[in-house]
Structure formats: structure tokens, C-alpha cells
């Protein structure tokens, strides 16, 4: 490998994030609790100057180095800005929540900011091994952040079952990549993408490369019938933790399964086409039908996620540019809904009690009018309710697979979604047509009240506006 001091630029900002969270590392164990602020300034501090130097360090051209294992496009540079915002919107949501259970500590944030990294690294991944390396330290950042709460049986065992089936998809997922590397005999997702499109590979090899790789991807993206972890991770996990794994992991994995299918297999779509529709249909079924079930939010929440990712899916296997584009705009309205939803939860909660039960959420308009119309922003946007964001997000993909003449599919999306609303209207007619269980006022410091306020309202803002942020998207995928 030829190394020359100009590759290093396109890797600042993953070069100033890991530094940050060893200087975090260092100086927090001297911090008393009084001062244990100074390590969520810091973070914070981090995101803003990583959000700065990735603006900064993007160019018309695609910059690709270290041999090609490392790629800074358009869609990177998107993907990892909107990232920047969702780790600092949930750094926000965290430290009261946290110093109620006697759980702030540095390693929160440092390990927020390692799951960061590892997410940045494979958001630009252009081989198997910067993917798998991405991969590996997102998710072991994933997996301490979910066993955080020690005194926790049910985050104990969360974090375990996360870990262990973590484990065997990673193990697909790198047999998967073994042999492409033994087709293609190249670790460059390129050259595999010219090796396939050369006829060269074995059909049956590929095939069962393909398999793998497609079953590592749904498994981090959540998709069924991979999705067993999900609800009880979402419930076990703390919800300060809940809020930062449902958001930027998820536009990493979007990242990931473009990499991976797109660049790297993108002469096999047809294949995966045909494995993507599957999941996305079983998806859209399970997810929604099975929320209705729920009388706990934040389980609720899980399986709406779920069907939230067969959207994603559904703009990828379109396969055609303006698919990737929406599903690029899908991914990142989701994340920017998650936070908000997530972020209540945690407004609602406080020191000895967990607001993660819808009848924890009845009468709310009695007690707070304001949050209880954020909640109704929310819910109407991830129901697909004009003129909130997620509406146009839903409109994107289905016209997308209309244009791809899958017009059947977009028929199944449309009507999932309608079954899907019904979970979303049920917390809005709790909050606004029954009696408060609890009369207690909700308290909440500045700072949190603004954010949780301002996320919201941005659904509604590019609701009504979604052109800028949509042209944002094609002109991502277009690069």
C-alpha cells in the first residue's frame, strides 16, 4: 500500500473522533460528579467540530484512497452529517435520564462516540474489510452501551441476546464476504462489481455469497424474519440508549447494505431484488400488524421500525437512482422521527419510573397541551399523514416502485400503512380523549425542552418543505 500524507485528509474527521473520545476517556475518570458535564460539552464538542471538517472536506469529485478501502462520495458525506445530528440529539436527551439512575458516567459518551466511529467508517467502506471493521465497532460499542444499567436483568439480558445473535450474523455476513473474496479475488467492492459483470464467477458460489451477505444486512437493519432482537433490545435497553441505537445505526446500515449490493453486487440485482421484495413484504406485515399487539411504547416502537426499514428496502431494490434517492430520504426521516419519539419517552419519564407504557401517555393533553401535540407531530408523520415528513418520506419510495413498474408492491406498502396507522392514532386518542392517570407536572430542563420542541417541529417544517432535503438525497446517489 502506497501511503502518501493527502490521504489523510478525506479521514480527518474519523481521525478527530477518535482522538476526542481518548482524550473523553482520559480526563473523565478525574472528573467529580458535580463536573461530570465536561464530558457531554466535549462530546458535543466532538460532533460540531467533525460536522465542520466533513462539510469542509467535501468536494465535487469523489476522493477514494488508501488503496480503495476508503471512499468519501456524496453519499457518504450526507449520511454521516445527518449522523453528526442524530448522536448530538440524543447526547441532549441522555444526561438527565442517565443522572436520575445514577448512570452518567463518561463511558456514555465515549462509547457514543466509538459506535460513531465505527459508523462513519463503514458509511465510507469501499472494501469487505473497512465494511467489516466498521461493522464490528459499531456494534461492540452497541453491545456495552445496551448492558450499561448492571442493576438491569432485563438490559443484562437484552445486551446478550443482542450480543449473541450479533454474533452469528456477523459470522454470515464475513462467510459471505470470504467468498466473494475467493471469486473475485479482490477485497475492493469495484473490482468485485467488474469480476461479476465479467461473467467470471461462479453462479452457485455467488449465489450462496449473496445469502450471507443479505442475511448479515437484514439482521442490522432489523428486517424479518431477522428481527427477533429488536423489541426486546428497544425494551430492555435504557431509553437514553434506546433513542441513540434506533437513529444513527440505522442510516450506517442503509449506507452498508448500498455498498455492499449496490457497488459491490449491482450486476446481481435481480437476484437480490427478488430476496429484498421478500423481506420488505414480510416486513411491512409483521411490523405493522404485530405493533398493534403492544401496550408498551417502546416495544411499539420496535416493531414500527421494522416496518419502517421495509421502506428503506423498498427504495433500494427498485434499482434505479431516484429508489436509492428516496430511500436515502426515507433513512434519514426516519432517523430524525426516532429521536423525537424516543426523545419523549424520555421527557415523560423520571428518577424510579419508565414512561415506556402507552397508559402512561393517557390524559397527557391535560397535563402538558404542548408536548402533547409533539407527540401528535410524531405520530401522524410516522403514520404517513399529510403534511408531516413522513408522508412525503412514504411517497418517495411508492412512487419510486411505481416508476419500476412494481406497482403490486407499492399497492402492499400502501396498504400496510393504513394498518399501520392504526397503532400511531391509538397513543393520539389516549393522549387527547382520556383521563390523566397522573395529574404530576412534566419538568424537564431548557435545553431538553428546546431540542425535543425544535425535533418535532422540523418533521412538520420539512413536511412542508421536504424539495431541499429530497434534492439533497438525489444529488447524493446522482454522485
Not at 488503496?67 to 445527518?82: E, Q
Not at 430524525?336 to 428518577?351: E, H, K, N, P
Amino acid at each position: 500500500m502506497n501511503f502518501e500524507m493527502s490521504q489523510l485528509l478525506p479521514v480527518l474527521p474519523e481521525v478527530f473522533v477518535l482522538a476526542m473520545a481518548c482524550a473523553i476517556l482520559l480526563i473523565d475518570p478525574f472528573l467529580s460528579e458535580a463536573r461530570r458535564s465536561v464530558s457531554f460539552v466535549l462530546a458535543l464538542g466532538t460532533l460540531a467540530g467533525a460536522f465542520l471538517l466533513t462539510l469542509g472536506l467535501h468536494g465535487e469529485a469523489d476522493q477514494i484512497v488508501f488503496s480503495g478501502f476508503f471512499v468519501l462520495d456524496g453519499m457518504a458525506v450526507l449520511l454521516k452529517l445527518a449522523s453528526y445530528i442524530a448522536v448530538a440529539v440524543a447526547f441532549i436527551y441522555a444526561p438527565t435520564y442517565l443522572r436520575e439512575r445514577e448512570m452518567l458516567r463518561g463511558e456514555y459518551f465515549v462509547l457514543g462516540l466509538l459506535g460513531l466511529l465505527g459508523m462513519m467508517v463503514l458509511i465510507s467502506a469501499h472494501s469487505l474489510l473497512t465494511v467489516y471493521l466498521g461493522l464490528e465497532l459499531m456494534s461492540l460499542s452497541l453491545y456495552a452501551m445496551v448492558a450499561m444499567q448492571r442493576d438491569s436483568v432485563v438490559a443484562s439480558e437484552a445486551a446478550m441476546k443482542y450480543f449473541v445473535l450479533g454474533a452469528m450474523a456477523s459470522a454470515m455476513l464475513l462467510y459471505g464476504m470470504s467468498m466473494l473474496y475467493g471469486i473475485s479475488g479482490s477485497l475492493d467492492l469495484g473490482e468485485i462489481h467488474a469480476a461479476i459483470a465479467a461473467g467470471t464467477a461462479q453462479p452457485l458460489v455467488l449465489s450462496f455469497a449473496l445469502v450471507f451477505i443479505v442475511i448479515g444486512v437484514a439482521f442490522k437493519l432489523g428486517a424479518v424474519p431477522f428481527h427477533m432482537w429488536v423489541p426486546d433490545v428497544y425494551h430492555g435497553a435504557p431509553t437514553a440508549v434506546t433513542v441513540y441505537m434506533s437513529t444513527a445505526p440505522k442510516l450506517a446500515a442503509f449506507a452498508m447494505l448500498m455498498r455492499l449490493l449496490v457497488d459491490g453486487l449491482g450486476g446481481l440485482h435481480s437476484d437480490w431484488q427478488e430476496i429484498l421484495i421478500m423481506l420488505s413484504v414480510l416486513s411491512l406485515a409483521v411490523g405493522n400488524i404485530i405493533a398493534i399487539a403492544q401496550t408498551n411504547l417502546k416495544r411499539m416502537l420496535a416493531y414500527s421500525a421494522i416496518s419502517h426499514v421495509a421502506f428503506m428496502l423498498l427504495g433500494v431494490l427498485a434499482g434505479t437512482e431516484e429508489g436509492y434517492a428516496s430511500g436515502l430520504f426515507y433513512a434519514v426521516s426516519y432517523a430524525l422521527m426516532s429521536l423525537a419519539s424516543f426523545g419523549l419517552v424520555i421527557f415523560m419519564s423520571r428518577s424510579g419510573f419508565e414512561a415506556d407504557a402507552l397508559d402512561d401517555y393517557r390524559g397527557l393533553n391535560e397535563r402538558s397541551p404542548w408536548h402533547a401535540f409533539l407527540m401528535l407531530v410524531v405520530m401522524f408523520s410516522m403514520a404517513g399523514v399529510p403534511p408531516f415528513l413522513g408522508f412525503w418520506s412514504k411517497l418517495f419510495v411508492i412512487q419510486a416502485l411505481v416508476q419500476a413498474d412494481l406497482v403490486w408492491l407499492a399497492v402492499a406498502a400502501v396498504v400496510f400503512s393504513v394498518i399501520g396507522a392504526f397503532y400511531y392514532l391509538r397513543l393520539v386518542k389516549l393522549m387527547y380523549f382520556d383521563k390523566p392517570v397522573e395529574t404530576a407536572p412534566l419538568e424537564a430542563n431548557w435545553g431538553m425542552r428546546f431540542t425535543i420542541s425544535a425535533n418535532a417541529l422540523a418533521m412538520f417544517a420539512l413536511g412542508i418543505l421536504p424539495g431541499p432535503l429530497m434534492a439533497l438525497c438525489v444529488a447524493a446517489m446522482a454522485g
